[in-house]
């Protein structure tokens, strides 16, 4: 009975994988119901010098505004121009009212290269991680470069945790968001050359040491920027080169608002050589583990970096070069220290600029929001004046927390 059975049982599914095929090729009825859409299969492709793939996630209030549109039509001046050479710009978008899609920026305009369900979360590890494998499956390159564009808060570890879209770190998609944590997890081992954060507050020096193995050099500001951010059409030749110049893209960006007039004229931007990170590292924890306290009025003079719409944010991103300075101002035994953590700092921020003033009065801007910038070293840190102080929001969770600031107190 067992082997008749059996024997039954292996008819039974010989014939049901096998009349799937015969209808598949008789061809001559319409099949019933629904036929799933076969993800699309990139085309054979020439290895390019460059890919850069722009992640713009803009599920948020930029999106409303359509900067996002914006820069996709700077995009496509710069293509036209022939800014790209060989190489190639793909653009993840993430825009409201539509889904997601993977596109290419070409002299030929702009191309659909992959749609993702209208419910696929920008944000999400996996999510991200399978959209850069789709990336290098349809552009592939020699090199690579990624461009984060979307709204950020540098290294508050808020994200996931909370729906709220003022609690964010990388990336506003329907009001969730990224960890740094979690977005060097997804960036680790992917070897892009350069990371270019389109967004605000990520010129944190906690931001930068998270990412100090997944690539070797950042630009980001340490400040609020513009909404309309990155002006594509002045950077692209720097970032498309096949030998990519960050600083001249960096460069490109600060100029073009600079040049600018008024409470239009705001801007920071660094770039940062990760390899350098270390050292700073080490140089930083000389200094703390002498458990120097700053007194009130020098907190209050400590230059920091201010957001116009939000003020929930005050006193999370201070400049690092400037507290440093304050920390050993009144300790001649520690000048020796301080002057290490300059080299140190001098070593990873190979390019630097800021205008006078962030949000600089005008007709149009009261002086509440005005910030002098007196003191800008290219990275900002958060000041812990307490133990209790590294359980906000999260600060505990990060490496620089636990291979630095962790021995100040």
């Known amino acids: 009975m067992k082997t008749d059975f059996t024997r039954r049982i292996l008819r039974l599914l010989l014939f049901a994988a096998v009349v799937p095929l015969l209808a598949a090729c008789a061809g001559d009825e319409p099949q019933p119901g629904p036929q799933p859409n ?10 390019a010098g460059r890919t850069v793939l722009v992640y713009m996630v803009a599920r948020n209030s930029l999106g409303s505004y359509e900067f996002d549109s914006d820069d996709l039509e700077e995009m496509k001046a710069a293509a036209r121009d022939g800014a790209f050479g060989s190489n190639r710009l793909l653009v993840f978008h993430s825009r409201h009212g539509e889904a997601p899609a993977l596109k290419e920026v070409s002299r030929a305009g702009i191309k659909v290269l992959k749609r993702y369900a209208s419910d696929f979360v920008a944000v999400d590890e996996e999510n991200m991680r399978s959209v850069i494998v789709d990336a290098r499956m349809w552009a592939p390159a020699e090199h690579y470069g990624i461009v984060l564009w979307s709204h950020a808060n540098g290294w508050l570890q808020t994200g996931i945790k909370s729906a709220a879209p003022q609690h964010r770190s990388f990336g506003d998609d329907s009001g969730r968001s990224m960890n740094v944590t979690a977005l ?12 270019y954060f389109d967004c605000c507050f990520m010129g944190g020096v906690e931001v930068a040491y998270e990412l100090r193995d997944v690539t070797p050099r950042i630009a980001a500001s340490v400040s609020e920027l513009p909404s309309a951010g990155m002006p594509y059409h002045l950077t692209l030749p720097y970032l498309m080169a096949d030998e990519a110049d960050l600083d001249g893209a960096a460069r490109a960006t600060f100029n073009s608002y600079n040049a600018l007039t008024g409470n239009a004229r705001t801007c920071t931007m660094s770039v940062i050589d990760t390899s350098g990170l270390p050292a700073l590292a080490d140089a930083v924890r ?11 009025d020098a907190m209050e003079r400590l230059q920091q970096y201010v957001s116009y719409n939000d003020r929930r944010f005050y006193g999370l991103f201070y400049d690092l070069g400037h507290y440093l300075k304050e920390l050993t101002a009144s300790s001649h035994e520690m000048l020796p220290l301080y002057s290490a953590a300059v080299e140190a700092l001098d070593n990873c921020v190979v390019y630097k600029a800021n205008t006078p003033y962030l949000w600089q009065r005008d007709a149009y801007n009261s002086a ?18 307490s133990p209790q102080s590294a359980a906000n929001k999260g600060y505990d969770e990060l490496s620089w927390y636990r291979d630095v600031t962790s021995v100040l107190f």
């Open 38 to 47: 076969p993800a699309p299969v990139p085309p054979p492709s020439e290895v």
């Open 286 to 296: 000389g200094i703390y583990e002498c458990h120097p306290r700053l007194e009130k």
């Open 184 to 195: 060097a997890r997804v960036l680790g081992g992917q070897d892009f050359d350069f990371v």
């Open 368 to 385: 509440a929001y005005e910030v002098k910038i007196d003191w800008h070293c290219g990275l900002s840190t958060y000041v812990m004046q």
